[in-house]
Each structure stands twice: as structure tokens, then as C-alpha cells.
């Protein structure tokens, strides 16, 4: 199975300051195809999680585009470019190369 | 609207079975795969299977492999997981999901789940 890392676990921002969470995998996520199969998901306190990043650094739709993702084989990076309110919450990163789909442990945002 | 919704969790004692359902409106069902994804207390995500959007292939994770069993009615637009020989480490919300594009799988990888329910919280406890 791929084991997903990320670091930190824990993040304290300041609004309209940039944020970044970083992303490991134990197997390149890259396909003979040439895309990568890494997704990010931001889970809000009491609801479900919600999709951000697919193949590595796709905005999925509505998501604003303060936040971009970017990496390639092993090594992957969420970015906040100014954090808001509404960004508070638990980010996982998921690679849906192969089953099991496996995420990361999670990193908590929220305001210093 | 497109949506997904839960429903059958509850309280249930360890070894005992339920069946989790996951009905689907707004979008054409059948065109895409679908995943349970559960959440312990306190936890993070955790992938517990995907069916593909033909039924022709399932796939789980170990933890619940010979005990949970995913399927779909493409006719009733309704996911399901039935859940037997339940354990205390079986107790988390679960969510149905479907995958980004349609037919994802059926070339070995996935996309991501950009639609996802409510949850449906299930506790094994005695």
C-alpha cells in the first residue's frame, strides 16, 4: 500500500498571510500516462470533506484560486496564497493511483 | 440537485451486521464510480471501497475485506454497504462519494471524490 505523509500536522495562520502544507507518498504517484494521482481535500469543522486539488495541481470546480497544488512523484505542496476565514478546517492529501486509496493523517489550520 | 444522501447507521452490538445506503439524485448515476469513506472519532479519512460505474469491478480496503460488501442499482440511482461481523474499530461516520470523472477505475486509477454525502454515523458497541 502507499503510506501518505504530510507535515505539519498542525498550522497556525494569520489571515491574509500564505500558507503552505507539504505531502509525501512512499511510491511515485506518477502514471505511464503522465499524470499524477494526487488530490487534496479541505474537511470545514461539522462537515464533510470537500474536493480542491486533483491530478496534482487542478482546481476542482468552484474552488477559489487562492489555492493551487503543485509536486510531481513523491513530493506534493498545497498553497494558500492569502488565507480567509473559511480555510480554517483539517487538509487531507488522498493518491488515487491505485487501491487501497490511501490519505495522509490530515494537518489542522487554524487562526494563531 | 446534485446531491448524495446517507442513511442506516446507528447503534449496533459487535458481530451483528448493517446495511448502509446511499441515494444519488441530480446526476447520471450510472456513469460513474463510487466510494464509502469512514471517519473515526476524532480521525481521519480512511478509504473503505469503490465500485465501479458498471458494478464489474469492487475493490476494498484490508480492514474490512470478507466483511463489508459494496454494490450499487444503477436503477435506483442507490449505493450500498453492507457491513457484517462488525467491530468496536468499525465505529466512524461514513460517507458515499463518487469520483470525479466518469468510468474512473476501469483503467486501475481514480481521480478523487469531488461529490460527497452528509455521513451517516454507525457505533459498535455492546
Known amino acids: 500500500d502507499i503510506v501518505m505523509t504530510q507535515s505539519p500536522l498542525s498550522l497556525p495562520v494569520t489571515p491574509g498571510e500564505p500558507a503552505s502544507i507539504s505531502c509525501r507518498s512512499s511510491q511515485s504517484l506518477l502514471h505511464s500516462n503522465g499524470y499524477t494521482y494526487l488530490a487534496w481535500y479541505l474537511q470545514r469543522p461539522g462537515q464533510s470533506p470537500q474536493l480542491l486539488i486533483y491530478?496534482?495541481?487542478n482546481r476542482a470546480s468552484g474552488v477559489p484560486d487562492r489555492f493551487s497544488g503543485s509536486g510531481s512523484g513523491t513530493d506534493f505542496t498545497l498553497k494558500i496564497n492569502r488565507v480567509e476565514a473559511e480555510d480554517v478546517g483539517l487538509y487531507f492529501c488522498?493518491?488515487?493511483?491505485?487501491?487501497?486509496?490511501?490519505f495522509g493523517p490530515g494537518t489542522k489550520v487554524d487562526f494563531k | 440537485q446534485v446531491q448524495l444522501v446517507e442513511s442506516g447507521g446507528g447503534v449496533v452490538q459487535p458481530g451483528r451486521s448493517l446495511r448502509l445506503s446511499c441515494a444519488a439524485s441530480g446526476f447520471t448515476f450510472s456513469s460513474y464510480g463510487m466510494h464509502w469513506v469512514r471517519q473515526a472519532p476524532g480521525k481521519g479519512l480512511e478509504w473503505v471501497a469503490v465500485i465501479w460505474y458498471d458494478v464489474s469491478n469492487k475493490y476494498y480496503a484490508d480492514s474490512v475485506k470478507g466483511r463489508f460488501t459494496i454494490s450499487r442499482d444503477n436503477s435506483k440511482k442507490t449505493l450500498y454497504l453492507q457491513m457484517n461481523s462488525l467491530r468496536a474499530e468499525d465505529t466512524a461516520v461514513y460517507y458515499c462519494?463518487?469520483?470525479?470523472?466518469?468510468?474512473?477505475?476501469?483503467?486501475?486509477?481514480?481521480?478523487?471524490?469531488?461529490?460527497w454525502g452528509q455521513g451517516t454515523a454507525v457505533t459498535v458497541s455492546s
Open positions: 491530478l496534482a495541481s
Open positions: 462519494a463518487r469520483d470525479l470523472l466518469p468510468s474512473a477505475g476501469t483503467r486501475g486509477y481514480y481521480y478523487g471524490m469531488d461529490l
Open positions: 488522498m493518491q488515487a493511483l491505485q487501491t487501497p486509496l490511501t
